[in-house]
C-alpha cells in the first residue's frame, strides 16, 4: 500500500523547484524586507508567537511536561530511547558533515549559491565536516560553525547566512558532543558492556 502511495504521489508531483536560488545568479532579486513589513506577513508572525507563548505558557503550567505524549507514554522502553537518544548526535552531525564537505570542496559556503573567494574558510568549513563526521573535537567544530556563519554574514550578506540558519540549530545540539559514537569510543563502548 505504501508503495504504491508513494509511486501516485511521484507520478502526479510537478517538478521541485525546492532551492532554486542555490542554483542560478539571484543578484536580481534581493531580500526585500519591505515586503514583510506588509500586514498579512506580519500578522502571520505575530500569530505564530502568540502560538508558541501559548504553547510554551501551558507547558509551564503542566509542570514542564510537554502536551503531545512522549515514546515512553506510548510504550517504548527506556532502554531503547536511550540507545537511540545516545546515537542521534552521530546521526545528526553526519547529515550536516555531508553537505558542509562537499560545499567546503567546491569552495561555497553551506550552500552552492554563496561562492567563497579562496581562502582559509573552506578549509575551515572541510576541517568542521571532517570533524563532525568523525566525531573528534565536535564541541569546538560546533563553535567553529557558529563562528563561520557569522563571518560568512559579513562577507556575503545576513541573507544568505538566513537561508543556512539550520546548521546553527543543528550546532546548538552538537555542543553536547559525540563522546559516545566518535571513532575512538567503539572499544571503549565494548569494554562497558563486557563489565556490564
Do not use: C
Amino acid at each position: 500500500m505504501r508503495s504504491a502511495m508513494l509511486l501516485f504521489i511521484l507520478l502526479i508531483s510537478p517538478v521541485a523547484m525546492a532551492h532554486k536560488k542555490w542554483f542560478y545568479d539571484a543578484t536580481p532579486y534581493p531580500m526585500r524586507w519591505d515586503l514583510f513589513a506588509q500586514p498579512l506577513p506580519l500578522t502571520i508572525t505575530l500569530l505564530v508567537l502568540l502560538v508558541t507563548a501559548g504553547a510554551a505558557f501551558f507547558q509551564h503550567k503542566r509542570a514542564g511536561r510537554g502536551f503531545l505524549p512522549t515514546p515512553t507514554a506510548l510504550g517504548t522502553p527506556s532502554e531503547r530511547l536511550s540507545k537511540i537518544y545516545a546515537l542521534m548526535p552521530a546521526f545528526l552531525a553526519v547529515h550536516l558533515a555531508i553537505p558542509l564537505l562537499i560545499n567546503g570542496v567546491h569552495t561555497q559556503l553551506f550552500s552552492p549559491n554563496n561562492d567563497l573567494p579562496v581562502t582559509f574558510l573552506g578549509l575551515l568549513q572541510i576541517s568542521i565536516a571532517l570533524a563532525f563526521f568523525y566525531g573528534g573535537f565536535t564541541r569546538i567544530a560546533a563553535l567553529a560553525l557558529a563562528v563561520l556563519w557569522v563571518l560568512g554574514a559579513l562577507l556575503l550578506g545576513f541573507g544568505p547566512m538566513l537561508e543556512n540558519a539550520h546548521y546553527i540549530r543543528l550546532r546548538r545540539v552538537l555542543l553536547s558532543g559525540r563522546a559516545g559514537s566518535a571513532v575512538g569510543r567503539p572499544a571503549d563502548v565494548a569494554k562497558t558492556r563486557a563489565v556490564a
